[in-house]
Nanobody, 123 residues
Framework: QVQLVESGGGLVQAGDSLRLSCAAS??????????MGWFRQAPGKEREFVAA????????YYADSVKGRFTISRDNAKNTVYLQMITLKPEDTALYYC??????????????WGQGTQVTVSA
C-alpha cells in the first residue's frame, strides 16, 4: 500500500507563490520506480491534470494552463515530489492532489492518490 500526503496549500493573493509537497511512503513502496503527478479539482469541476514527472526527472509534462508558472520536481532520496507555483491566479483555486503511477510517466491512469491540499487564490 502507498500513502501520499500533500502539504503546503493555503490562502494567497493573485500573483503570489506557493510550493506544494507530497511525501510518499509504503512498506514495499520504492519511490524511484513511480512516476508522480499533480492534479487539481475546483468546486463544481472535474479533476484535471496539472503536471507529471518521470522516475528520474528526465521528463515532465504540464497542462497548458500552468505551463511557465508551475514547476514539478522530485527528490528520490526524500520520497517527495514538489509543485512550485508562481504568479498564481484565482482560477488556480482548487484542491490539489498528488498521485503515483508505476513506471512510465503519463497524464492519466494513476494508481495511488493523496487526500489533497487546498489552494485558494484571492483576486
Amino acid at each position: 500500500q502507498v500513502q501520499l500526503v500533500e502539504s503546503g496549500g493555503g490562502l494567497v493573493q493573485a500573483g503570489d507563490s506557493l510550493r506544494l509537497s507530497c511525501a510518499a511512503s509504503g512498506r514495499t513502496f520504492t519511490f524511484s520506480t513511480y512516476a508522480m503527478g499533480w492534479f487539481r479539482q475546483a468546486p463544481g469541476k472535474e479533476r484535471e491534470f496539472v503536471a507529471a514527472i518521470s522516475l528520474l526527472s528526465q521528463t515532465t509534462y504540464y497542462a497548458d494552463s500552468v505551463k511557465g508558472r508551475f514547476t514539478i520536481s522530485r527528490d528520490n532520496a526524500k520520497n517527495t515530489v514538489y509543485l512550485q507555483m508562481i504568479t498564481l491566479k484565482p482560477e488556480d483555486t482548487a484542491l490539489y492532489y498528488c498521485a503515483a503511477r508505476k513506471a512510465r510517466v503519463s497524464r492519466t491512469d494513476y494508481d495511488y492518490w493523496g487526500q489533497g491540499t487546498q489552494v485558494t487564490v484571492s483576486a
